[in-house]
């Protein structure tokens, strides 16, 4: 039964790896691997067929102990996982709504002008710097809708605006891996104490600039960024600037920035930080005046409500569905460890430790495949893995590798998934013309990191 469980998500994922060749949306596969592995899950867990394990280590079965206490784990593991799901939902949801905000107010048009080149090499180098930044200061995900969001407005032909987008995705990734707060799994090392904001920021700072600049300078030299933006002539007559436009440009991106302010203030997980600027944008978006002598009878143009009927909701449910899916794999106790039983990616990663003991290679094969699966579970499976202290080399490697190794494939990271959802990105195209490039960013960084810790330390 565990290997059906595996073979369904094999096959979901690889129905979503083949989105155009088979003309089925994605998200279609996501959401029917997820219910189905659950589904099965739960058959197995309630006919007795294999056992389940929760986020602390504790194991369930049913023929162990109290049915009812069993059964009232596994529930618990559910809501668990969903729980932590629905908190990455409502950050996207409540992003991408701001984001929206300020697009209908014309806010991006500000930034637009700001950016004088037309030069597509000076925009890439732009929006690469810009991304790579502020992905640090607020976070990898965020950082990419809002330069996606502003390439919309600057680069009218989609084909190259994917481009751009691709690349913003390996310069987000690679700035969220040197700050705590700029990536999910740096977050997560940070607030268990496997890493430190300055050791992290330290050792990291100079193989994530690499990991950044390499894919750029290799893109530069590409055809596609020869010459210049074509420019869209139309008059600006119906986009002229709105009287809101500064206001709620500013006021959505600070925001935004202010969520890990506020994480940092209250220790509270980042979505409830999202949750009070998304109230806070969304009350000042009903009584600002975008317009001179505004007609309430045009409130609607301007309104929270027609943001949240622009967000992509397919790719919300897309983003549930794969993580509900490695949530299964993730609970599915598959063998033991040192007589303990652990889950499906546990045992994989250990049984990868136990192959390769060079934990150099270890930690770079697990960004390679933290390109394939998502990087969350296999960063919780590391950190209960292995017991180095605090600020040791290891944890900090696997902060980069974790964060920046998504970046090899367009749904190897949420911002990558977000990318894809906003500029419908095919998953192939992108494995044609974008995977080497990350690779090679990111391998260099690897070997920037390993020089560093082991000749210059």
Known sequence: ???????????????????HPLKLD??????MMAALMWALLAIGFHNGWFSVVDGHGAIFNINSGDIHQQEHGFEGLLLHHVGKVAEILIFLIGAMTIVELIDLHRGFDVLKDMVKTKSKIRLLWITGIVGFILSAVIDNLTATIVLISLLRKLVQN?????????LIVIAANAGGAWSPIGDVTTTMLWIAKKVTAGGLSEYIIIPAILCFIVPFALASRMKIFKGNIEVDEKTHEDRERLLSSKTMLWLGLGAIVFVPIFKT??????YVGM????????????????????DKSRKHLYSANKALSRI????????????MAVAALESLVFGTINGVEVGTLRYAAESISNAIPNMDVVVILLGILSAVIDNVPLVAASMGMYTYEIDHSIWHFIAYSAGTGGSMLIIGSAAGVAAMGMEKIDFIWYLKKITWLAF????????AFLFIEHYIR
């Open 26 to 31: 994605k998200t279609v596969p996501a959401l």
């Open 265 to 270: 203030l209250t220790h509270l997980p980042p």
């Open 158 to 166: 989609r084909e190259e605006r994917i481009w751009y987008a691709s």
């Open 275 to 294: 949750m009070l600027s998304l109230a806070v944008v969304w009350l000042v978006s009903e009584y600002i005046h975008p317009e001179d002598n505004f």
């Open 440 to 447: 090679a960013g990111f391998i260099v960084g690897a070997m």
């Open 1 to 19: 039964m565990e290997a059906i469980l595996i073979l369904l998500f094999v096959i979901g994922y690889l129905s979503i790896t083949l989105e």
């Open 312 to 323: 992509e909701i397919s790719s919300i449910l897309f983003f549930l569905g794969i993580l």
